[in-house]
T-cell receptor
Framework: EDQVTQSPEALRLQEGESSSLNCSYTVSGLRGLFWYRQDPGKGPEFLFTLYSAGEEKEKERLKATLTKKESFLHITAPKPEDSATYLCAVQLNTDKLIFGTGTRLQVFP | GAVVSQHPSRVICKSGTSVKIECRSLDFQATTMFWYRQFPKQSLMLMATSNEGSKATYEQGVEKDKFLINHASLTLSTLTVTSAHPEDSSFYIC?????????????FGQGTRLTVV
């Protein structure tokens, strides 16, 4: 069964305290892995797409990496405005996206 | 990135009535759109895949007669919740994939908070 698991479920960081979010997946066919940010009451906002193991992408304080079994979203020196739920999703060969349950990140000043 | 607009953002309706939610791709054509449902503190669950000019494909357990999907043009898909009941209250989100260029990211609408009273 295709499955996407994110950890931790919730993460509290002090401003400036770097950390990493994990997305592990077990799927029959991977076409791509997506990271999204979701604020309360809003739709997901696209962050990154990763297509192959070893690929890395960066945007401001965020960096996403991909291996054959998992992806990490590294947050360097986070700020309070980085507080949100971060979702990862795996695109299957069938074109569907399977989402993880997300990591709720809170960054305190 | 591409823009997907969803309307309304919030709607309250009475039990037994129907509610229509619109999803538009504003700067690209979307032959395929997706409808998701999200419960509080849970992830997005795919309800159906909307195909322009043909019938939608529903996920297992989703009632197609209750959640009517119409994808009449390359920029518009609608989800109608028929005979709504309180258990249909949820956050509904649409997405569309932009196939221009090399990448195929899925972009999401702002979501619709449906409350059935």
């Amino acid at each position: 069964e295709d499955q996407v698991t994110q950890s931790p479920e919730a993460l509290r960081l002090q401003e400036g305290e770097s950390s990493s979010l994990n997305c592990s997946y077990t799927v029959s066919g991977l076409r791509g892995l997506f990271w999204y940010r979701q604020d309360p009451g809003k739709g997901p906002e696209f962050l990154f797409t990763l297509y192959s193991a070893g690929e890395e992408k960066e945007k401001e304080r965020l960096k996403a990496t991909l291996t054959k079994k998992e992806s990490f979203l590294h947050i360097t020196a986070p700020k309070p405005e980085d507080s949100a739920t971060y979702l990862c999703a795996v695109q299957l060969n069938t074109d569907k996206l399977i989402f993880g349950t997300g990591t709720r990140l809170q960054v305190f000043p | 990135g591409a823009v997907v607009s969803q309307h309304p953002s919030r709607v309250i309706c009475k039990s037994g009535t129907s509610v229509k939610i619109e999803c538009r791709s504003l700067d690209f054509q979307a032959t395929t759109m997706f409808w998701y449902r999200q419960f509080p503190k849970q992830s997005l669950m795919l309800m159906a895949t909307s195909n322009e000019g043909s019938k939608a494909t529903y996920e297992q357990g989703v009632e197609k007669d209750k959640f009517l999907i119409n994808h009449a043009s390359l920029t518009l898909s609608t989800l109608t919740v028929t005979s709504a009941h309180p258990e249909d209250s949820s956050f509904y989100i649409c997405s569309a994939r932009d196939f221009r260029g090399m990448n195929t990211e899925a972009f999401f609408g702002q979501g619709t908070r449906l409350t059935v009273v």
